[in-house]
């Protein structure tokens, strides 16, 4: 174990705040002391090499993977060891990568699941099929078409996901996350597979979120990564090797380094812009 | 003629619990794909509650209520205490499970209740309808037992396509770890699935009972034909399982009349084979294929 002086976290109440994360699988460190935050009303990109354990840390916050040691915080309270179907009902969605929409839901289905925070029947009132659970089912409706309609989403509720078209199922995955009205959007490659049109309709949309939601995005897409993001982190074999402004963290030797290795940083002598390509 | 319309008739009825022999598994397989090769020993304990009942309070309607609801009971329990632990091993370890469990439940059966055959009363008369001067070989107690199986085929239908618990139960089928993400407790869904598939199980028990008798091992042949239905129907589908129950129902109907009833067993296996050489999917299943 490393021993490091605790610090203290920037945020106040509200936030995400992820302090000292240990995780390994067997031999192999995933995340070696990664410390990151994000407050209210903040884009923040995690950036870094296939491997850099950007997904790990994801699914340490969503409680999938357990952290053998650090802490999770959000909103003031601790976050480890919660339950991920607690989650959404503490104001924390996530998208994942691809798509992963339910493929027998219908695309209004699939949005109304994400909707479930806003359920009030419990569950034997739901089993006897009293009218609370109906109004229920209205509700998260409503909710449902909102998200939908907020991502111009509406013509395509009936369908079946599959029968959509890749940018589509995104927007679809994006308004089931956005169903649950998140104090904190994590985002698992956005970007993926959209083309340049999309990919500015998609920045407007986290633009638009709201002061009080943070957005957490990891994605390879430098461009739309910069463009987006008020704040990188970048990770390297588990570690934070960067943490600024956009401009300033893509100009990093080290930042360079990971993504390029160190013969290329050499021989294009740190020449601007070149990390646009680490995603190919 | 009259012989093909009793036939009918008849297939009709018997199709109608081997439906719910066949939601009961289907349901089970949809929530946890695991084949509950313990289902007719859990309707057998439940149909022993129910006859037990009856006995002692004398109204049908309270065994009924009691054969559900302790359904209900001991379908969350197995889920619960059984299934838990073999949920992420490999599936062989939850077919031997099913089996221990059917094994420790008719030996349990045996125990209390004795290994002699008893009778069970029906709901209503076993006096098939006179038509005429001929007796229909379709009885009150019948109708009486398509139309439960189709109420309950119907809720079943309303629960999952019009609730928000169904829509739970279905999302976490789907795919348990994005349901969960989203706020779906997905091992409550799980047990509620069983609960519910064991109260179908206990259904069709109290109403097969009375042509079957009541013993530790009565339900077998029932279940094996049950399970023939919901793979007829494609394993995944509650309303293929309700179809795939009556077409074999009619099926075996014919065959038995026509042919003879000592070839029952045998014209439900070759259909099973039919089926998974031709259509391994099922003829009404709702996902297209499935690859692990």
Redesign the interface.
């Known amino acids: 174990m490393e021993t490091r002086e605790p610090r203290e976290p920037l945020t106040g109440a509200g936030g995400l705040s992820v302090l000292d994360v240990v995780v390994s699988f067997g031999g192999i460190r995933a995340l070696e002391g990664v410390s990151v935050e994000v407050s209210p009303g903040e884009v923040l990109g995690v950036i870094g090499p296939n491997g850099a354990g950007k997904t790990t840390l994801f699914n340490v916050i969503?409680g999938?993977v357990r952290p053998q040691s650090g802490t999770l915080s959000w909103g003031g309270k601790p976050l480890t060891g919660v339950h991920?179907?607690?989650?959404?009902?503490l104001g924390i969605?996530?998208t994942?990568q691809g798509v992963?929409?339910?493929?027998?839901?219908t695309v209004l289905?699939n949005v109304?699941?994400?909707a479930?925070?806003f359920?009030r029947?419990r569950?034997p009132l739901?089993?006897l099929?009293l009218p609370w659970?109906?109004a229920?089912?209205r509700r998260?409706r409503d909710r449902a078409l909102v998200a939908l309609g907020r991502l111009g989403c509406e013509d395509v509720v009936d369908r079946l996901p599959g029968t959509l078209p890749y940018a589509v199922q995104k927007r679809v995955a994006l308004a089931?996350a956005l169903a649950?009205e998140p104090e904190l959007l994590m985002l698992d490659e956005p970007a993926g597979g959209l083309d340049a049109r999309e990919l500015s309709e998609l920045g407007d949309l986290i633009g638009s979120v709201g002061s009080s939601v943070a957005v957490m995005l990891v994605d390879h897409h430098m461009d739309f990564v910069v463009s987006v993001c008020d704040r990188l982190v970048v990770l390297d074999f588990g570690r934070v090797i960067a943490d600024g402004d956009p401009s300033t963290v893509r100009q990093d030797p080290r930042v360079l380094e990971a993504y390029l290795g160190r013969e290329a940083v050499q021989d294009d002598a740190l020449r601007s812009g070149g990390a646009e390509d680490a995603h190919a | 003629m009259t012989k093909f319309i009793d036939l009918t008739l008849n297939g009709i009825s018997t199709g109608a619990i081997y439906a719910a022999v066949a939601l009961a598994l289907v349901l089970i397989w949809r929530s946890t794909r695991i084949v509950n090769f313990a289902q007719g020993a859990m309707l057998m304990i439940t149909t022993f509650i129910a006859s037990a009942v009856i006995n002692s309070s004398g109204s049908y309607v309270l065994g009924f209520v009691v054969a559900l609801a302790s359904g209900l009971v001991l379908g969350a329990i197995v889920e619960r205490v059984a299934v838990r632990p073999v949920e992420n091993a490999p599936p062989l370890n939850a077919v031997i499970m099913t089996l221990g469990l059917y094994t420790l439940l008719v030996a349990v059966a045996g125990m209390i209740w004795g290994n002699t055959p008893r009778s069970f009363p029906a709901a209503f008369s076993l006096r098939g309808y006179r038509v005429g001067a001929t007796n229909l070989l379709f009885t009150p107690n019948d109708t009486f037992t398509v139309l439960v199986v189709i109420a309950v085929a119907v809720?079943l239908a309303?629960?999952f396509r019009?609730?928000?618990?169904g829509?739970?139960m279905?999302?976490a089928a789907?795919?348990p770890?994005?349901?969960?993400?989203?706020?779906?407790?997905?091992g409550?869904m799980l047990t509620?699935g069983w609960a519910l598939a064991a109260a179908c199980g206990a259904m069709a028990g109290v109403l097969v009972a009375p042509s079957v008798f009541l013993g530790p091992n009565s339900f077998d042949p029932i279940l094996i034909i049950g399970f023939v239905a919901a793979v007829l129907g494609g394993l995944d589908s509650p309303p293929g399982a309700v179809i795939g129950g009556v077409v074999l129902g009619l099926a075996l109907s014919y065959v038995s009349g026509y042919e003879g009833s000592a070839l029952v067993p045998l014209a439900a296996l070759v259909i099973l084979v039919i089926v998974l050489m031709i259509r391994p999917t099922g003829l009404f299943s709702?996902?297209k294929e499935r690859r692990v």
């Open positions: 969503c999938f991920p179907a607690r989650l959404a009902s969605a996530r994942l992963g929409l339910f493929g027998g839901l289905e109304m699941v994400g479930q925070r359920r029947a569950l739901a089993m099929g659970s109906d229920d089912e998260l089931r649950c | 809720a309303v629960l019009g609730t928000s618990l829509l739970r279905r999302a789907f795919a770890e994005v349901a969960r993400l989203l706020g779906v407790r997905v409550r509620v709702a996902t």
